[in-house]
């Protein structure tokens, strides 16, 4: 009993919530496809925070990260529209 205990705390790396962790290579990926632009990538972390609670790209939910590696650039324009409806995207 003790043992899966155990396991589990493991995997939740201790994040509020009991959200699992992505695989590093996968933030990575997230990293590489949304960041480069400074404005947009403090965007894109204040996004997840808000919404996920994600203290970073690895704790965003594994189906998220799965649609926004499908299409980044509709996540970044969507994005873009919440934030910033002023501006014609």
């Known amino acids: 009993m003790g043992g899966k205990r155990k396991q589990r705390q493991m995997k ?6 009991g959200t699992e962790r992505l695989p590093v290579a996968t933030g990575r990926h997230l990293d590489r ?3 480069g632009d400074p404005m947009t990538e403090e965007l894109v972390v204040q996004y ?3 919404r996920w609670r994600a203290k970073n790209l ?6 998220k ?3 926004i590696l499908k299409n ?3 996540f970044i324009r969507s994005l873009k529209r919440r ?3 002023e ?3």
């Open 12 to 17: 939740t790396d201790g994040h509020e919530g």
């Open 33 to 35: 496809v949304l960041g």
């Open 48 to 50: 997840i925070e808000a």
């Open 58 to 63: 690895v704790y965003v939910p594994r189906e």
């Open 65 to 67: 990260a799965a649609k």
């Open 72 to 74: 980044p650039a509709d």
């Open 83 to 85: 934030s910033q409806p």
């Open 87 to 89: 501006l014609a995207f």
